[in-house]
């Protein structure tokens, strides 16, 4: 991503450079963009800015919340965000986000499917102590499409739907790398 000119590769999360930034936003509660030569207080940063992902924390009042989402192609997605105390005095609170999606796509033998799960326990121990818990697990399946052939400077003349991939290879692939 470019920003104010510059390419920059790193972000942060709640404050923290992410090396390994995730690809699900069920348990990002903003994205925060600090522009300008003030984003090199936070290290090795381009001066164009930085980028902070911001997550759900967990919440002292109960919250419950699920979507259901659907649309072309076979997607269909649903997401769970809970969140509520573990003990009276509120010092013991979890949030739990959890995301499932499955979708096909216009093109033969292409789909993918996601599974996020991010649990966080958070503990008030003093005023000014408070202890975390987060992980996140984040699984994706899907097969990469590069597209249509291209015979001088246009696509070529073949069905849309076709793929040039080949499926079978794709889950061998898949299955030694893994």
Do not use: C, H
Not at 48 to 64: A, E, F, M, R
Not at 67 to 91: E, H, M, Q
Not at 129 to 157: C, H, M, Q, W
Request: charged share 25%.
């Amino acid at each position: 991503m470019r920003i104010r000119g510059f390419t920059q590769e790193i972000t942060f999360r709640d404050g923290i450079r992410d090396n390994f930034p995730s690809t699900d936003f069920a348990n990002v509660e903003r994205v925060e963009v600090l522009k300008g030569p003030a984003s090199v207080l936070f290290g090795e940063t381009e001066p164009g800015g930085i980028v902070n992902i911001v997550t759900k924390q967990p919440l002292s009042d109960p919250y419950y919340n699920v979507d259901l989402s659907a649309g072309n192609y076979a997607f269909y997605r649903s997401a769970l965000d809970l969140s509520n105390p573990l003990n009276v005095d509120k010092t013991l609170l979890y949030r739990l986000n959890i995301a499932y999606e499955n979708t096909g796509s216009f093109r033969d033998f292409i789909n993918s499917q996601k599974i996020f799960i991010a649990p966080v326990i958070a503990w008030k121990l003093s005023e000014n102590t408070d202890l975390k818990l987060f992980f996140e697990y984040n699984d994706r399946d899907y097969k990469p499409d590069r597209g249509v052939i291209a015979i001088g400077d246009r696509p070529g003349s073949v069905p849309i739907s076709r793929f040039f991939g080949e499926p079978f290879l794709q889950k061998l692939l898949k299955w030694w790398m893994y």
